[in-house]
Every structure is written in structure tokens, then in C-alpha cells.
């Protein structure tokens, strides 16, 4: 795996919006190549060379190429957005839309990422060593189609909004939760390892949520159902389990409603 690095050496006035930070646009081109690639700073195209250095020539195709990208990036979004294959490393916070429309390969953020992260991603990992932001793993807004696979893995906190409108895929939290979790869901599954605070899975139909610390307020619509004893990300324990939401229309397997399901560790 041949790996390009690109360090940003000047902040843009505006927000950088890369779009070819990806092992897929970037596959087959030299450092040279690379640094005359277009990014877009509000109405005007600039190249990768007027922000980034850029060392490394990439490998002959985006499974081949490993991107790894240094410094202050809170002003760079799409960093690793449409990537189908390959691998990314951010060193450094990063702005919004990491790994959006993802569909393969490995991003790895060593820091943290903006709101929108993972946006109706399809396929692949991330692994975040900081903090999320709002919208992780949720639709576009206009759109009803979240997160529908892959697996994501944040070791800090998360925002609001996590996972609206999911559809499938894994998210586990090592930290806390902000409110809206997996609010519209059909399907998916989010472990939180820490606090979450309301509205968990309002208005889901299906879909999966298991919270090992508290929830600061129950949603109404979530009904008791029975203590369940289960090993998860590897820990045993005894789980309170709640169907729901009872508001919203649920389908059927075998003659038996399918609901959506928070466990919640005694």
C-alpha cells in the first residue's frame, strides 16, 4: 500500500471543501498530480498545492493507497466523503462530512470530527479517538436514509441527532450521547458505553439501542418488557429491555410485531 501525505501550511479564510481527499480520487497520481487536484473555497477553485504540501505518490488504485492527512483541518470538510476502498488517517481535528456517503475502506481520526460525520454512510469503518459532533451517521437533510451499513466507533462523546433516520450498520460511543438518538430509525444498531440524555429512538420502528450508564429522560413511548441477560462489545450483563415507539407503525415477523429496542444496563 503506497501512502501520500498532505499537510495543510495555510488556513483559508473561508472552509476548504475537499472533496478529493480520497484514496479513490487520488489513486494513480503523484504528489505532483495531486497538489494541482481543484478544492473549493466558497464560489472559487483553488488547488490542493496553495494549502496542502503533498508527499508520496499514491498506488494504482484507491485499495492501494493509504491517505494520511496532518494539522489543523477544523476548516477542511469531506475529508474521506464517497471513499469506496483504501485508508484514511486524519492527525488532527477535522470539520464536517468525514466519511460521508462512505461505502468502503478505513478512516481513522486521531481527533475530532465536525457534525454531519458519516452521513448516510453504506460501508466501511471509522474509528474516531476524539469527540463526534451532530448528525453522526445520519440522512442528508431532505432525505430519509441514514446510516445503512458499516460500523463506526467513537471513543469519546457524540452530539445531537446521532443516527437519524438509520437504517443499518453499527455505532458504539465510549463516552456520552446528546439527545435525538436514532430518532426515525428502521434498523441499525448503537451501543452508547456512557450517559445518554432524552429522546431515544422517537419515532423508530426498528433498530437496536443499549445504553450501559443513564438516560436522563425516558421517551414515553417506550414500554417495559423484560430483563434479558447479554454479552455486549464484551461485557456481560443484565439488560432492562423497551419496546417502541408504540406511536409509530411497526411491522410484522411471523404473526409478531417488530419493534424498536432499548436495553438499558441494570
Not at 40 to 57: C, L, M, P, Q, S
Not at 59 to 79: C, H, M, N, P
Not at 135 to 163: E, F, H, P
Amino acid at each position: 500500500m503506497n501512502t501520500v501525505t498532505i499537510t495543510i501550511t495555510k488556513q483559508p479564510e473561508l472552509f476548504i471543501e475537499a472533496e478529493c481527499f480520497t484514496p479513490d480520487a487520488i489513486a494513480g497520481k503523484t504528489a505532483e498530480q495531486i497538489a494541482e487536484l481543484p478544492v473549493y473555497i466558497g464560489r472559487t477553485t483553488e488547488k490542493v498545492g496553495d494549502y496542502f504540501t503533498v508527499e508520496g505518490n499514491a498506488g494504482e488504485t484507491a485499495e492501494d493507497t493509504k491517505l494520511v492527512i496532518s494539522g489543523d483541518l477544523t476548516r477542511v470538510k469531506y475529508i474521506g466523503s464517497k471513499m469506496s476502498a483504501g485508508e484514511v488517517v486524519i492527525n488532527g481535528d477535522a470539520d464536517m462530512y468525514v466519511g460521508a456517503w462512505m461505502t468502503g475502506g478505513k478512516i481513522t481520526a486521531n481527533g475530532s470530527i465536525g457534525h454531519f460525520a458519516a452521513t448516510s454512510m453504506a460501508g466501511g469503518e471509522i474509528v474516531v479517538n476524539g469527540n463526534a459532533g451532530n448528525y453522526l451517521a445520519a440522512s442528508y437533510r431532505g432525505d430519509w436514509r441514514g446510516m445503512k451499513g458499516g460500523k463506526i466507533t467513537v471513543n469519546g462523546n457524540v452530539g445531537s441527532d446521532c443516527g437519524t433516520f438509520m437504517l443499518g450498520g453499527e455505532i458504539i460511543v465510549g463516552g456520552n450521547i446528546d439527545v435525538h438518538v436514532m430518532t426515525h430509525a428502521d434498523g441499525g444498531k448503537i451501543v452508547i458505553l456512557g450517559n445518554a440524555k432524552s429522546r431515544l429512538g422517537g419515532q423508530a420502528s426498528r433498530g437496536e439501542m443499549y445504553v450501559f450508564g443513564t438516560v436522563d429522560v425516558m421517551m414515553p413511548g417506550y414500554a417495559y418488557a423484560r430483563d434479558e441477560e447479554l454479552e455486549v462489545c464484551g461485557t456481560k450483563a443484565v439488560f432492562a429491555v423497551y419496546n417502541g415507539d408504540l406511536g409509530e407503525r411497526h411491522p410484522t415477523r411471523k404473526g409478531e410485531t417488530v419493534y424498536a429496542k432499548l436495553y438499558l444496563k441494570k
